[in-house]
Nanobody
């Protein structure tokens, strides 16, 4: 079992930056693939980025490449999402998710554990 708690959301102007954090419970955090997803009003939840366990790679969806950076600190059981050059279309509730058997990082059903989400609003 893993419990996830996101923080760091807020209101920011276009072009600004925010850093989201996701703190996880449990002693096997390093074995989990961690993902960030987002859901805008009226839209489906979509993948943003993911990072595999210790020494694993990090991947991003095309729309955030070069602007967002995901990192993890296994000693602190925490993952981060540094978001730069934010755009109004980045406005959404952002969720972190965890799974141990993730093959395709964009597939929501491969992550059994989810946080409650944190709102990010980007004004134009």
């Amino acid at each position: 079992q893993v419990q996830l708690v996101e923080s760091g959301g807020g209101l920011v102007q276009a072009g600004g930056s925010l850093t989201l954090s996701c703190a996880a419970s449990g002693s096997t955090f390093s074995t989990y693939t961690m993902g960030w997803f987002r859901q805008a009003p009226g839209k489906e939840r979509e993948s943003v980025a993911a990072t595999w366990g210790s020494g694993g790679s990090t991947v991003y969806v095309e729309s955030v490449k070069g602007r967002f950076t995901m990192s993890r600190d296994n000693a602190k059981n925490t993952v981060y999402l540094q978001m730069n050059s934010l755009r109004p279309e980045d406005t959404a509730v952002y969720y972190c998710a965890a799974g141990q058997n993730v093959i395709r990082f964009t597939r929501r059903y491969e992550y059994p554990y989810w946080g409650q989400g944190t709102q990010v609003t980007v004004s134009s």
